[in-house]
């Protein structure tokens, strides 16, 4: 089978979804379809004390349902970054690796990214090097609705049962709860964090 997945933009994305990128043999980010709210094109999850947190990434304002992806800007006049890290800081600070990537995550933050496809595709790349993944990311030259012979992430994300356990910063209180984004996993398992998504699919017996 041709293990080539399609995946919408994203910043953080859930394990599931890392899970497929990790055992694909080609990636192709979709750069070219319209944005779409609500979605993991400007969302991620973390886990504090309550239990899972959304977070978005805020946008200018307008339609932006309605624009190319590639045309979607990040707003300026909005000190989200700030307040987002301070929200991540309270869910990680006690967690093993925080100390180890909080920093570096700030400084992408900081950046004065100009568009939302910008600062998702340095996110990513953010967590594929400090979990010492060898994913290679290509992008779409066009728009196309379907694809044959691949996996199609852009609306609908396979569900993955029973994922594997690891130990999480709250779960004293809130017990394991699994398929948060990624950015958890790497908090607390570090750079193990690619040895759990590589087992993933074959420990479920999927295949793309």
């Known amino acids: 089978m041709n293990k080539v997945v399609i ?5 953080f994305p859930s394990i599931t979804h890392m899970a ?8 192709l980010m979709e750069t070219n379809e319209n944005y779409q709210k609500r979605s993991s094109r400007n969302r991620y999850t973390i886990i504090d004390h309550y239990g899972i ?10 339609k932006n349902e309605q624009l190319p992806i ?4 990040i707003a300026q006049d909005e000190n ?3 307040q987002q890290l301070r929200t991540i800081k309270t869910a990680y600070g006690k967690s093993p690796y925080f100390e180890y990537y909080f920093e570096p995550l700030s400084s992408v933050f900081h950046k004065n990214h ?3 496809l910008e600062f998702n595709l340095e996110c990513l790349q953010f967590f594929i090097k400090h979990a010492q993944l060898k994913v290679t990311l290509s992008f779409t030259s066009d728009y196309f609705k379907n694809y044959e012979n691949a ?5 609908n994300i396979p569900n993955i049962n029973s994922l594997p356990y690891y130990a999480q910063v709250f779960e004293d209180r809130l017990e394991f709860i699994p398929n948060a984004s990624v950015l958890d996993l790497l908090f607390c398992c570090g750079p193990a964090a690619g040895s759990y998504l590589k087992s993933i699919l074959c420990l479920a017996g999927v295949t793309i």
Do not use: F, H, M
């Open 7 to 11: 995946s919408p933009s994203c910043n």
């Open 20 to 27: 497929y990128l990790v055992g694909a043999e080609k990636i």
């Open 53 to 62: 947190k959304t977070l978005s990434i805020q946008l200018q304002k307008g």
């Open 70 to 73: 590639s045309n979607v800007l």
């Open 80 to 82: 989200w970054q700030v």
């Open 114 to 116: 100009q568009s939302l």
């Open 151 to 155: 996996l199609d992430l852009r609306s």
